[in-house]
């Protein structure tokens, strides 16, 4: 007698049919499959949740560096001052804030973003100063500076922050 006849006659003396096990299995493999598409899903989500909030971190870091191009095109009223001085506080608020969701929820990339904060503040706090040095633009024809600022520190933290970030992902 084989291993299947002698389950089968084991089944049979028992009361249990293979519709019976059947019954049984098929809804146990549908709820792992269910409980499988699930996780994957939850995992894709925290994936995008992430990458989502690392680019709005990115992006804080970025508009900072833009601030002396905005300076230097500013208009020349003490409301316009007043509202260059908000934005780059507001800035520095959302960097502090994205440090420290990372600190919390990615901290392998807390610390390569610090360092590109610290170098975007570094270079452009020097350029956002001798921006408000000069004066007002008041031309259309003075709004293209013809030339950039330096950003070398800053793209090399930036990319450093980038590797750490898609690994973290």
Not at 50 to 72: Q, S
Not at 90 to 95: E, G, P, T, Y
Not at 109 to 124: I, M, N
């Amino acid at each position: 007698m084989g291993p299947i006849r002698i389950v089968s006659a084991a089944a049979q003396a028992s009361g249990w049919s293979w519709a019976q096990t059947t019954a049984l299995i098929v809804p146990v493999v549908a709820l792992v499959g269910v409980y499988a598409t699930y996780a994957l899903n939850q995992r894709a989500a925290r994936r995008e949740r992430r990458a989502k909030t690392f680019a709005e971190a990115l992006t804080a870091v970025e508009e900072y560096l833009e601030m002396p191009y905005r300076i230097r095109r500013r208009h020349n009223s003490p409301e316009a001052r007043r509202d260059l001085i908000d934005q780059v506080s507001s800035l520095l608020a959302r960097m502090a804030f994205h440090h420290a969701w990372l600190q919390i929820e990615a901290s392998a990339v807390a610390e390569p973003y610090a360092a590109f904060v610290s170098a975007a503040r570094a270079e452009a706090g020097v350029h956002m100063s001798e921006a408000w040095r000069q004066a007002p633009i008041e031309a259309d024809g003075g709004m293209n500076l013809g030339q950039a600022y330096a950003r070398d520190q800053s793209t090399a933290a930036r990319a450093a922050c980038i590797d750490a970030m898609r690994a973290n992902l």
